[in-house]
């Protein structure tokens, strides 16, 4: 069973840097896509980035283009959003997911608030 904790969040001012976590764990992820979601109140989960875990390809949603980066440690098994010039809009609970090439997400963290004072 795939787990997937994150960690990191917190409140912080506008410009700001804050780094996410999410520690993965029950599978050999070689075949997977890592993501980060967020929800913000009031708001539908949106897509912010992803990254292959072989290869490193990535994407990113243009609200975040710039701004943040998202990596992975194949020895740590962890995948870390690290976000910069944050702004108050970026206040959300973020969410670490994984899905297998090919196939939707599935598999969701608990998440982690992210709020971001003007």
């Known amino acids: 069973q795939v787990q997937l904790v994150e960690s990191g969040g917190g409140l912080v001012q506008a410009g700001d840097s804050l780094r996410l976590s999410c520690a993965a764990s029950g599978r050999t992820f070689s075949r997977y896509v890592m993501g980060w979601f967020r929800q913000a109140p009031g708001k539908e989960r949106e897509f912010v980035a992803e990254?292959?875990?072989?290869?490193?390809?990535?994407v990113y949603a243009d609200s975040v283009k710039g701004r943040f980066t998202i990596s992975r440690d194949n020895v740590k098994n962890t995948v870390s959003l690290q976000m910069n010039s944050l702004k108050p809009e970026d206040t959300a609970v973020y969410y670490c997911a994984a899905r297998l090439l090919g196939t939707a997400y599935n598999y969701w963290g608990q998440g982690t608030q992210v709020t971001v004072s003007s």
């Open positions: 990254i292959r875990w072989t290869g490193g390809s990535t």
